[in-house]
């Protein structure tokens, strides 16, 4: 291998460590409590992720989560329980936003998403943790 090549093989691989470093360093935002129980968290939908997309909630319980879409393009949030059950599946117009209230019942990882074709795909995804 030339030595110009072997540069270029390790630009490669440090961008991608790079990429991966990024996506490993996703921000964990909790759930603010509310004062009937529950707990809520706004999301900001864009073209093409939500934000924030790793959410913490304390315990079990019912968790509003308030979407805003600051796109100019619909799109949609979709949350599934622990095993793979769609809770609630609401679209969001561009420039809306939707409150949607959902029971989570058990501890547990939650994955949500916009079902929008190619969206998930394209990053808009994420995940409620429920319980440490
Ligand atoms: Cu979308």
Redesign the pocket.
């Known amino acids: 291998m030339r030595p110009h090549s072997k540069n270029s093989l390790l630009a490669v691989l440090m961008m991608i460590g790079a990429l991966a470093g990024c996506a490993g360093r996703a921000k964990v935002q909790p759930a603010a409590s509310m004062t009937s129980g529950g707990s809520i968290i706004t999301i900001e939908?864009s073209?093409?992720k939500f934000s924030p997309s790793e959410i913490q909630v304390e315990k079990p319980g019912l968790l509003a989560v308030e979407v805003k879409n600051v796109s100019n393009?619909e799109?949609?949030f979709t949350i599934e329980d622990l095993h793979g059950k769609i809770l609630k599946s609401v679209a969001i117009r561009p420039g809306g936003s939707a409150i949607i209230n959902v029971e989570l019942t058990e501890r547990g990882v939650y994955k949500f998403y916009?079902n929008?074709t190619f969206?998930s795909t394209f990053g808009?995804k994420g995940q409620i943790r429920v319980g440490r």
């Open positions: 939908a073209s093409y393009s799109h949609n916009c929008k969206h808009m």
